[in-house]
């Protein structure tokens, strides 16, 4: 039990400190409202939540390798910055990958429906009444009281 603890909390941690993961999350719930509204399939889901969890795993072990970095060596250094810019591709990398998915899935979905789109429009609309929220979430979350960045 002390491991999912332990690792809730890192979750929670990055989610407070780290402006990636919480656009990452943002990025998850739009998928989520847009296959609600699509209405997808099992394969739909099981492709897209892979998708975003490799995504999201990618971006917390690059906010790990980054703190790690900074405490092993707090000075600016090539191999540091290397090691950084590596685990930033990573992210990179998996991120084109669920794009790719995404795209597949989304225009697939769309396609099979026809146009005029038969959407559940209800779940478009909460998706589209709930973009304050997730720009104040990404952008002012785990901010600390006068902190500019």
């Known amino acids: 039990m002390k491991m999912f603890a332990h690792?809730?909390?890192?979750?929670?941690?990055?989610v407070k400190t780290e402006r990636n993961v919480r656009i990452h999350?943002?990025?998850?719930?739009?998928?989520v409202i847009c296959g609600l509204s699509l209405e997808f399939i099992s394969l739909d889901w099981a492709l897209a939540g892979l998708a975003c969890g490799l995504v999201i795993g990618a971006e917390l072990f690059n906010a790990a390798i980054e703190r790690l970095c900074d405490v092993v060596e707090p000075e600016k250094s090539p191999a540091i910055k290397a090691i950084k810019d590596i685990?930033?591709?990573a992210v990179l990398v998996c991120a084109i990958a669920a794009i790719a998915v995404a795209g597949h899935v989304f225009l697939g979905r769309i396609l099979y429906m026809g146009f005029p789109l038969q959407m559940n429009w209800l779940v478009f609309w909460i998706g589209v009444a709930a973009l304050p929220f997730w720009v104040w979430f990404v952008f002012w979350f785990g901010r600390k009281k006068?902190?500019?960045t």
């Open 7 to 14: 690792a809730f909390r890192g979750i929670w941690t990055a």
């Open 25 to 31: 999350l943002a990025a998850v719930f739009y998928v």
């Open 87 to 89: 685990a930033a591709g």
């Open 146 to 148: 006068g902190e500019n």
